[in-house]
């Protein structure tokens, strides 16, 4: 789910508990947490499916009032409207601790390497391309590995799951536990 500055703003500072989208299934679950950007993570504590809004409601997404909640959802198209009560997580995200991690065990190596050879060889080329390049854009990086942008986007968040790479403004770099992957010799 992306949270717009508003809304991440918002779940920071406690005056938006709530966000309302149009979904033809929901994208998330109650429970699921979800990075917010800056290291902040937010937890949907409920998902449902509403027919109606409240100012009430309103208030708690970040609008003045039930109009301007509808006016937004209402260029949003038709499907749905999913009500989405949410929290701030008061612990960093696992993944940024995961991330920075700037050494590894030879079995954390072995086990790096062996995930990445199930992925494929692009994720090899990739990673080793990220780092070549730190910085650049997603859509100049997709053609040297044969991808197109979607898919290559998809698989950068793959090696971000391990903790392997960091998504800046334009493109990506490494993360300190993806350059000390890269600098260990493989077995």
Same mark, same amino acid.
């Given at each position: 789910?992306?949270?717009?500055?508003?809304?991440?703003?918002?779940?920071?500072?406690?005056?938006?508990?709530?966000?309302?989208?149009r979904w033809k299934r929901a994208q998330v679950k109650a429970g699921g947490r979800?990075?917010?950007?800056? #290291?902040?993570? %937010? *937890?949907? @504590?409920?998902?449902? &499916?509403?027919?109606?809004?409240?100012?009430?409601?309103?208030?708690? =997404?970040?609008?003045p009032d039930r109009a301007a909640l509808l006016a937004d959802l209402g260029r949003?198209?038709?499907?749905?409207?999913?009500?989405?009560?949410?929290?701030?997580?008061?612990?960093?995200?696992?993944?940024?601790?995961?991330?920075?991690?700037?050494?590894?065990?030879?079995?954390?190596?072995?086990?790096?390497?062996?995930?990445?050879?199930?992925? #494929?060889?692009? %994720? *090899?080329? @990739?990673?080793?391309? &990220?780092?070549?390049?730190?910085?650049?854009?997603?859509?100049?990086? =997709?053609?040297?590995?044969?991808?197109?942008?979607t898919r290559f986007k998809l698989n950068v968040r793959k090696l971000k799951a391990?903790?392997?790479?960091?998504?800046?403004?334009?493109?990506?770099?490494?993360?300190?536990?993806?350059?000390?992957?890269?600098?260990?010799?493989?077995?």
């Amino acid at each position: 789910m992306l949270f717009e500055r508003r809304l991440r703003e918002g779940v920071q500072d406690g005056s938006i508990t709530l966000a309302f989208r149009r979904w033809k299934r929901a994208q998330v679950k109650a429970g699921g947490r979800y990075r917010m950007g800056e #290291g902040l993570l %937010a *937890e949907v @504590t409920s998902v449902e &499916i509403v027919t109606d809004v409240t100012d009430e409601d309103a208030r708690a =997404a970040g609008f003045p009032d039930r109009a301007a909640l509808l006016a937004d959802l209402g260029r949003r198209g038709t499907d749905p409207i999913h009500r989405l009560a949410l929290r701030l997580v008061d612990a960093p995200d696992p993944r940024d601790v995961l991330a920075a991690t700037d050494h590894l065990t030879a079995e954390e190596v072995a086990a790096l390497a062996a995930r990445l050879e199930r992925m #494929g060889p692009w %994720a *090899e080329r @990739t990673l080793r391309l &990220i780092a070549e390049r730190p910085g650049v854009r997603a859509g100049d990086l =997709a053609p040297e590995v044969g991808q197109d942008l979607t898919r290559f986007k998809l698989n950068v968040r793959k090696l971000k799951a391990l903790g392997l790479t960091i998504s800046l403004e334009a493109g990506y770099r490494l993360s300190p536990r993806g350059e000390a992957y890269l600098s260990t010799p493989k077995p």
